[in-house]
């Protein structure tokens, strides 16, 4: 099992900048894929960004040139930097680990708010 817990949720102006952080524990495999997913309200949960253990990285093109998904294996944490923040960002994110594997684990989720 693994047990994620998110912080640095909040609420942000337009173009502004929040960075998310996640620190992992339990059985920790680091070549386990980590990242960040999203869900607003009325809509299905998607990928923000993902990082294989090996550091090869993954963005949805919505946020690519603005988020910077950075992981460090050392701490088993896995950070998000958000910039240039937009309204269409707000969401729950949440933490994953292992990916789209069913038998994934998830963080508890933070909330980012973005006001126009």
């Known amino acids: 099992q693994v047990h994620l817990v998110e912080s640095g949720g909040g609420l942000v102006q337009a173009g502004g900048s929040l960075r998310l952080s996640c620190v992992a524990s339990g059985n920790i495999f680091r070549f386990y894929i980590m990242g960040w997913y999203r869900q607003a309200p009325g809509k299905q949960r998607e990928l923000v960004a993902i990082v294989t253990g090996s550091g090869r990285i993954n963005y949805s093109d919505s946020v690519k040139g603005r988020f910077t998904i950075s992981r460090d294996n050392t701490k088993n944490t896995v950070d998000l930097q958000m910039n240039m923040l937009k309204p269409e960002d707000t969401a729950v994110y949440y933490c994953?680990?292992?990916?789209?594997?069913?038998?994934?684990?998830w963080g508890q989720g933070t909330q980012v708010t973005v006001s126009s």
């Open positions: 994953n680990y292992g990916g789209d594997d069913p038998s994934s684990s």
